[in-house]
């Protein structure tokens, strides 16, 4: 005897006729009838506690995980379909990856068994749904001669010859010696069989690389000659940088001869623009293995960014090990059925997860260092922290009552600002995390907590009225077991919350500093000016806006618009393109077009550091969703870090973007 299932799911758009439905079609494949079973599925998509199921009971919402049944006594014949709509979701549907991706049946005697999920069939589409990377082929003729990207700031090449087989380095002194160590590491993993970096003896090109005084932190000079090519900078960033360069320009001249030349000539003199030029990565929402780690990395490199923001924690996963309390990880790590953290984002029933001991990240640390590269921890706090709370539940006020909700659907996932247990615990992270992280930022997060966050602790409207009098502590009890984030996160500058979040936020900053760090933040770690402005920076995310008017407060601002620079994002409004809608869309050219200096009053640029992608994780189970929302859009936010306004030009780009690596190989079908 057999039992089986399979799962399709169905969105159907309201109409003036008839609410939005998200259809659940679950068919016995198996040869037993079943009854008094449970349907548990998740996905990106989040049925709202308030909706309705018809011909099922909806049991347990957990964020995007569900759990269902039918109706008391109904019985799944072999053969037959048992079909449920729920009418009402916490946002509809943009995308075909939004629906469910894993699902699993809890039978009556409590086994499990796992069901294979199609994608959600979208009501009026029938085109092919779109996965792995777009491709943009190299045209016969390019705008310019060579290929490189970021495009440098000064090419004064001349003449042509046929491109050298590889690069012989000789260099001189030990941060050439590290740079060219790093380069020849660093093309051997990325491209394995090319032998990038090869000696005379197997047709190298003498590749002198010199230290040379008096060049910006970042700045290199390449000199052509019609046999070798000298590398010159001051540091050894420099040096690194313009050795990628040249391997640019190897890779297209010897792929693309007929578009692409190698000089015998002239110089390239080069800067970048900004001096922060980073990407972030969600490791929480969606688990990568040190080794995906590792890669992501290696291709920022080839792409000359310096700052890898290695988001570590959220409401779904924690993701690195902490001596000082182990249950983090033994807990807040895994997911799975009848564990303290469910299914989640198309992880399935079985346990699913894994963390990053202390030996794997001093790898990655290591390796990033050897490409010129901070790696930059994020522990998102108060907020975004129900893993944590449900592997440590004693940092909660014993005395809290009542649910408030997170725009994510995470019930009180917030850390007490009230509660002392919590700054003891927050300090033994910082002093671990610190001690990882020779960079010297902690970047604390600091976003989306929710406008009723603790109006149900006695012991955060005690600190609250002591802090603001008892008319604000009244408003905040008139929050208790609102819900609110109906469109989109809360806004929360002036409130209550935001009152006990800035005291919260002022604390850790203090002890942060303390230890002699940077502190990071999400824009909202600026409300009531919780960071010192000279200790600190944050990220502006919700809109272009925000980062210009906080610049004009005098923060430092890191610019990484929800809108261009969120790599989740769909790359069109099709729902065959998989990705988050919730930001609207942006193309590669839209992401390439963006500039982060627009807006900005000349004071302000003096705060500008940089910019920084981010690749938010939800869509991210299947990994050829992975290339195609980050590449080549990674690749274009690179350019925009680099690259003088003046000096970009998409149809550049786009000739020779076909040429930078991605990072599992998944192509676009032609």
């Known amino acids: 005897m057999t039992i089986a299932f399979s799962l399709v799911t169905t969105w159907s758009p309201a109409t003036d006729h008839e609410p939005l439905g998200y259809g659940l079609e679950l068919t016995n494949t198996g040869d037993e009838p079943v009854a008094n079973f449970k349907l548990g599925f998740s996905g990106p998509a989040r049925i709202d506690p308030t909706a309705t199921l018809e011909n ?17 006594g109904f019985v799944l014949e072999p053969g037959e379909t048992w079909t449920s709509v729920a009418r009402g979701l916490s946002y509809g549907l943009r995308h075909w990856s939004d629906g469910a991706n894993s699902a699993y049946v809890v039978l009556e005697d409590d086994r ?67 740079a060219a160590d790093a380069f020849a590491d660093l093309t051997a993993e990325l491209f394995p069989v090319e032998a990038i970096v090869r000696p005379a003896s197997e047709g190298g090109m003498s590749v002198h690389v010199v230290e040379k005084p008096g060049l910006g932190e970042e700045a290199y000079e390449i000199a052509f000659a019609e046999q070798s090519v000298g590398v010159a900078a001051t540091t050894r960033a420099g040096l690194f940088y313009g050795l ?60 000359k960014m310096n700052k890898f923001h290695w988001h570590l ?65 994020e522990i998102d706090m108060p907020g975004h922290f129900y893993a944590a709370l ?34 003891e615990f927050v300090e033994k992270i910082v002093d671990e995390v ?65 009152i006990l979040q800035a005291e919260f936020i002022k604390r850790v900053h203090k002890y942060i500093t303390a230890k002699g760090a940077m502190t990071g933040g999400w824009e909202e770690a600026a409300h009531g000016d919780a960071v010192a402005k000279d200790k600190s920076y944050v990220i ?47 193309g590669p050219q839209e992401t390439y077009e963006f500039e982060a200096r627009a807006g900005f009053s000349e004071e302000g640029l003096k705060h500008l550091l940089g910019v920084q992608s981010c690749i938010w994780s939800e869509s991210m189970t299947d990994r050829a969703i992975f290339d195609r929302l980050v590449f080549p859009r990674l690749s274009a936010v690179a350019e925009a870090g680099w690259t003088l306004p003046e000096r970009k030009s998409w149809d550049r780009f786009k000739s020779m973007v076909g040429l930078m690596p991605i990072m599992y190989g998944h192509w676009a079908a032609d």
Request: aromatic share 8%; hydrophobic share 40%; no cysteine.
């Open 56 to 72: 099922g009971k909806l049991l347990v919402r957990l964020s995007n995980h569900t759990m269902i049944a039918p109706p008391d």
């Open 112 to 178: 499990v068994i796992s069901i294979p999920t199609a994608p959600t069939q979208g009501k009026g589409h029938n085109s092919p749904l779109l996965k792995g990377a777009a491709k943009f082929p190299v045209p016969a003729k390019a705008p310019v001669a060579h290929s490189i990207i970021p495009w440098p700031k000064h090419v004064a090449t001349t003449g042509s010859r046929v491109a050298p087989v590889g690069l012989n380095l000789l260099p001189e002194g030990d941060l050439a010696i590290r």
């Open 244 to 303: 990628v360069t040249l391997g640019h320009m190897l890779r297209g001249a010897r792929q693309y001869p007929g578009t692409f030349t190698w000089p015998t000539g002239g110089i390239i003199a080069d800067e970048p623009g900004f001096g922060f030029r980073g990407s972030h990565l969600d490791v929480a929402r969606q688990f990568y293995t040190g080794a995906e780690v590792s890669r992501l990395i290696r291709i920022m490199a080839w792409n």
């Open 313 to 377: 924690t959220e409401d779904e996963a924690w993701r690195l090990e902490i001596d000082a309390y182990p249950a983090l990880t033994e807990i807040g790590a895994w997911r799975g059925h009848g564990k303290a953290l469910p299914p989640l984002l198309g992880s399935g029933p079985q346990p699913t997860g894994g963390y990053y001991s202390k030996a794997v990240v001093r790898e990655i640390v290591e390796l990033a260092d050897d490409l010129n590269m901070d790696v930059i921890p």
């Open 390 to 423: 449900q592997a440590l539940p004693e940092l909660r006020d014993p005395a809290e009552q009542g649910e408030y909700q997170s725009v994510q659907g995470f019930p009180n996932n917030s850390l007490n600002p009230a509660n002392p247990k919590v700054y």
């Open 434 to 498: 610190l001690e990882l992280f020779p960079a010297g930022i902690f970047h604390l997060g600091a976003d989306e907590v929710p406008l009723a966050a603790w109006s149900g602790s006695p012991m955060a409207l005690d600190m609250l009225e002591e802090m603001a009098g008892p008319a604000m502590r009244k408003k905040h009890e008139a929050q208790f077991n609102q819900l609110g984030n109906h469109h989109g996160a809360d806004e929360i500058e002036g409130s209550p919350t935001a």
């Open 540 to 586: 502006g995310w919700r809109n272009v806006e925000i980062n210009a008017a906080l610049a004009e407060r005098g923060f430092n601002i890191v610019v990484s618009p929800g809108q261009r620079y969120y790599l989740d994002m769909a790359n069109s409004v099709s729902w065959a393109e998989p990705g988050a809608g919730w930001a609207g869309w942006s």
